[in-house]
């Protein structure tokens, strides 16, 4: 079977990660729409109603609205924006997080695929939530580090322009409002009742992204050595294609004392990390934000949907 596939933002990153994890995939079809009429309603619902799966890499409104054009009961929709990440109709993309994750996702016709950012911070605090280590007013605070690339298009220019502002050679921290728009998608679907402190740095590298969750041992719900929280991360996710957990203090993986954000590039793997003391647990995440952050995820979750290897088109 060839599935018909329309990509609606194609010119976007995301849009465009998608597609390139299509080429040499024979049982695709790319629908495609002309650039003047790619935000011409009727033309876009045409391109969605024909399609089998239709991937939304727009701002969150424009997502909206290309959900509602879509009447064909058996057109399959699978939203990157942050549009339906915190709806309870839609499946949220992170199989990994349990069999009811992946069921849903299984069966659903509209799946969310997560933030970059909250898909760090979940894979944290969603299994510490679940097995009654944190409990769910823990004041959680997430450091994050990121390449330009997640910034959008216009960012990727200014970074990449000749004579840019000093100022872009360092890291720069902001979402300084405390108002990022991850922010709900992290607190729900982690099991929070608050949402975290989150403090983004954009970097003066291309792609690849670490979220980190520091935890004192003394707030959590239960007495636990920061090797038993390794333990656990280790049996949650076993039996995981793309999320692996490193050996405990990131023996064997890192060859020095330091988690460099970028050597998961190109791929759609995640590592989890668990380091520090029984005191002072630390827990970090490494992976692509264009890759399981983004496009490889989207990717992953329609392989799912088709019944096919998650695999597919990824590796």
């Keep these: 079977m060839k599935y018909k596939i329309f990509i609606d933002g194609k010119e976007g990153t995301t849009g465009l990660k998608i597609f390139e994890r ?22 876009k619902a045409k391109m969605i109603n024909a399609s089998d799966f239709t991937f939304l890499c727009l701002p969150d409104a424009a997502a909206i609205e ?18 339906h990440r915190t709806n309870p109709a839609w499946a949220y993309g992170f199989p990994e997080l349990g069999a009811d994750f992946r069921e849903k996702i299984v069966k659903s016709k509209r ?33 994050a580090v990121s390449g330009y690339s997640g910034a959008g298009k216009k960012a990727i220019a200014q970074y990449e322009a ?11 921290l902001y979402a300084l409002t405390q108002m990022h728009k991850h922010l709900p998608e992290m607190k729900k679907i982690s099991g929070l009742d608050y949402e975290p402190i989150f403090n983004p740095y954009i970097c003066d590298y291309f792609q690849g992204m670490t979220v980190t969750v520091g935890l004192h041992s003394r ?8 090797h038993d929280v390794w333990e656990m991360f280790a049996a949650h ?14 023996e064997g993986v890192l060859p020095e004392q330091f988690i460099p954000a970028n050597t998961l590039a190109g791929t759609n793997e995640m590592q989890v990390f668990v380091y520090g ?13 264009l890759g399981k952050g983004a496009s490889g995820a989207a990717v992953q979750c329609m392989n799912i949907m088709m019944g096919l290897d998650e695999t597919t088109g990824l590796v």
């Excluded at 509602?68 to 942050?82: F, G, H, Q, R, Y």
């Excluded at 076993?238 to 405990?248: L, N």
């Design 66 to 83: 290309s959900v509602e054009l879509c009447t064909n009961p058996n057109t399959k929709i699978i939203d990157a924006s942050t549009a």
């Design 162 to 172: 000749e004579g840019r502002d000093p100022s872009l050679d360092s890291p720069r």
């Design 22 to 43: 299509f080429e040499g995939r024979s049982d695709i079809e790319i629908l495609t729409i002309s650039e003047e009429n790619r935000k011409n309603p009727v033309e």
């Design 219 to 226: 707030l959590l719900a239960k007495k636990v050595t920061a």
């Design 237 to 250: 996710y076993e039996d995981c294609r793309f999320v692996r957990v490193a050996a405990f203090m990131g």
């Design 111 to 143: 799946v969310a695929v997560p933030g970059c950012y909250a898909s760090g911070t979940i894979a944290i605090c969603y299994p510490l939530v679940k097995f009654g280590i944190m409990p769910r007013d823990y004041p959680v605070v997430v450091h």
């Design 277 to 289: 003391n029984d005191d002072r647990i630390m827990v970090t995440t490494r992976f692509d934000n």
